[in-house]
């Protein structure tokens, strides 16, 4: 059997057996079922949740430190200092949440205008 990674070193004519294709390329009935039996040819995305996204924004040595001081403010009775704390984690948050949300949206606007398409040739004809 062959290694995927190396076809770059074999003939044309071993790459043409191993795919099973030629140099007029696949036939439209043998493309149909390929796609059938592998799917697209593109790579899924996994899309992560809204939810899981804010939540990250928590994930920071900053907002621990932050947590740490509400903490000594409530252990102290310095309440007023404690919510303002409070406040400003979750005012950070939602601006983390905001911004990532942004950059997700302007990264997948991008990859829709880099889409490629490619010619390819089907029973001897492009």
Not at 19 to 48: C, D, F, V
Not at 49 to 68: A, G, P, W
């Amino acid at each position: 059997m062959y290694d995927k990674k190396d076809t770059h070193s074999l003939e044309l004519d071993e790459i043409y057996n191993i795919y099973k294709t030629s140099e007029k390329g696949l036939s439209e009935i043998e493309a149909e079922k390929r796609l059938k039996l592998y799917g697209e040819n593109t790579l899924k995305e996994k899309e992560e949740s809204k939810l899981k996204i804010f939540f990250r924004q928590f994930n920071n040595i900053l907002i621990y430190v932050l947590f740490l001081a509400s903490l000594i403010s409530v252990i102290s009775h310095k309440y007023v200092d404690f919510f303002v704390i409070i406040a400003l984690i979750f005012i950070n948050s939602i601006i983390g949440f905001i911004q990532e949300i942004k950059a997700i949206i302007s990264i997948k606007a991008l990859k829709k205008m880099t889409e490629s398409k490619t010619k390819v040739i089907r029973d001897g004809k492009i």
